[in-house]
């Protein structure tokens, strides 16, 4: 079988058409070009049936099949429509990728379509949708990114909706880890997981970014490593590692292009294992609540409170506005409010030369008296 359109022997199957006649029509759906077209027919029926009966049964069925016939006629079509709609979603998937969506944003789309699905939600109803919605106990942001994926079938389908309210509030993170309870994790994880951990603990990386990285983006002789491919529209960074992280890469097997080369949850599968057995080992239940992001969150507040500089941690994380960095700035003020023990480097600035040499040096603005300007930095 072929396509008609681009000739492609990439081909799923797209439910069945049934005729009038008591034959049903197989249809197809190219997954190269995304075309739907019919194939050849089959027969449905037993071959004991002549094709008046058949005929008889698919115009007068209602009122003359038994339960028997009745039940499986019902599991028929219930097969029909599931085999339609998961050409439906497999349809929204290929349209996605030729408009340029990543992969992860594809994949968790058709997951949220296939939720709904499987519990009971007709993707050609929208208050069906709705009704499955709000049966849920998802958090705001999921619900926003199922409605989302939703909205999305729906234009690709030429139908409408008024999708359900949904506000996602401002938070910040409920927990920011210790460093000791970050090295624990890494020190008891498996080799995989342990380098996988340790780099994001170094480059603060979301996971995802993390388990895009290539062999080719490490430069193992001057221990850096470069990420072109962010997620969420973030700006592309470069990071100085430590020869630790450069070392414990290096030993992983290179048997494919990217270096954590897996299933995408078969490293957090493995990671809560690990914090499972290790809470339990160290009687610490805080440790049940770290997640791979939580460590990018420690890792900007550590880095705020080192530098004091919102700009390098904004860069350093790769946030393309200030507002998301601005949260990491509020929290190391909460974590680390005991200004009577700390001590300070003050400086005296005289001319705008100075002034501009300290300000890039880290040092921060404090007061101005008798046309002298008093800067601090921690020590």
């Not at 089959?42 to 115009?59: D, G, I, M, R």
């Not at 340029?100 to 939600?121: C, W």
């Not at 970050?182 to 480059?203: G, Q, Y």
Request: glycine residues 4%; positive net charge; contains cysteine.
């Amino acid at each position: 079988m072929h396509c008609p359109e681009c000739g492609s022997e990439m081909l799923y199957r797209d439910g069945l058409r049934y005729l009038r006649s008591g034959e049903a029509v197989q249809r197809w759906l190219c997954r190269s070009c995304g075309y739907r077209f019919s194939g050849k027919s089959e027969k449905t029926y037993n071959s004991c049936q002549t094709e008046k009966e058949a005929v008889q049964v698919c115009a007068y069925g209602a009122k003359n099949l038994d339960a028997a016939q009745e039940t499986r006629t019902c599991a028929g079509e219930k097969g029909k429509q599931e085999q339609e709609i998961k050409g439906k979603i497999l349809e929204l998937c290929l349209y996605m990728k030729r408009q340029g969506y990543s992969e992860e944003t594809i994949r968790l789309n058709r997951i949220a379509l296939k939720v709904l699905s499987e519990r009971g939600a007709n993707l050609y109803d929208p208050e069906s949708v709705k009704d499955v919605i709000a049966r849920q106990k998802w958090s705001p942001n999921r619900r926003k990114n199922v409605i989302n994926a939703y909205t999305m079938f729906l234009k690709l389908n030429k139908m409408t909706w008024e999708p359900p309210r949904c506000t996602v509030p401002e938070s910040i993170p409920s927990l920011i880890p210790t460093e000791q309870e970050i090295d624990c994790l890494i020190a008891a994880a498996p080799r995989k997981l342990s380098a996988f951990l340790l780099l994001i603990k170094e480059t603060a990386m979301r996971r995802g970014e993390a388990q895009r990285i290539k062999w080719t983006d490490i430069d193992f002789e001057r221990c850096t490593i470069t990420l072109n491919e962010p997620e969420k529209r973030s700006n592309p960074r470069m990071w100085k590692v430590s020869p630790q992280l450069i070392a414990q890469l290096n030993a992983l097997p290179k048997t494919s292009e990217k270096v954590f080369d897996c299933k995408p949850d078969s490293l957090k599968g493995a990671f809560l294992t690990l914090r499972k057995k290790q809470a339990h080992k160290l009687q610490n239940p805080r440790l049940l609540k770290i997640g791979f992001h939580m460590i990018r969150h420690w890792k900007a507040t550590m880095l705020y409170h080192k530098t004091k500089d919102p700009l390098y941690v904004r860069d350093f994380l790769g946030h393309k506005s200030m507002k998301n960095t601005e949260k990491y700035v509020n929290i190391e003020r909460k974590i680390f409010a005991d200004y009577g023990n700390e001590e300070f480097i003050v400086k005296v600035a005289q001319t705008p030369q100075e002034l501009v040499t300290l300000l890039e040096a880290g040092f921060e603005y404090v007061c101005q008296k008798d046309n002298l300007i008093f800067l601090r930095k921690r020590k």
